[in-house]
């Protein structure tokens, strides 16, 4: 059993930066591979990013790419999503997930086991 939460959200202007934290509790966090989705209102929930469990491999929507970086500290049991360049687009709810060992794609949220309630991300021009 794995518990996410998530922090670091807020309102920013056009053209700033934030970065989002991945709070992870149980033995196993440093085992998953940890994604970030987000959703805004109206929209599915969609893949940001991943990480795999050394984070020796990372992946990107191609939205974000340039822009967004995921990294992780498995002696912290924490994941972070560094934001830079936001722009109006990119509000919406962030969610954390860790990765469904073996169950595939990394981009597809029936994928992930376990999710965070969330971090509000406001962007305005």
């Known amino acids: 059993q794995v518990q996410l939460v998530e922090s670091g959200g807020g309102l920013v202007q056009a053209g700033g930066s934030l970065r989002l934290s991945c709070a992870a509790s149980?033995?196993?966090?440093?085992?998953?591979?940890m994604g970030w989705f987000r959703q805004a209102p109206g929209k599915e929930r969609e893949f940001v990013a991943a990480?795999?469990?050394?984070?020796?491999?990372?992946y990107y929507a191609d939205s974000v790419k340039g822009r967004f970086t995921i990294s992780r500290d498995n002696a912290k049991n924490t994941v972070y999503l560094q934001m830079n360049s936001l722009k109006p687009e990119d509000m919406a709810v962030y969610y954390c997930?860790?990765?469904?060992?073996?169950?595939?794609?990394?981009?597809?949220?029936?994928?992930?086991?376990?999710w965070g309630l969330g971090t509000q991300v406001t962007v305005s021009s």
């Open positions: 997930a860790a990765h469904s060992p073996a169950s595939g794609s990394y981009y597809y949220t029936d994928n992930y086991r376990y």
């Open positions: 149980g033995r196993t966090f440093s085992s998953y591979t």
């Open positions: 990480i795999t469990w050394s984070g020796g491999s990372t």
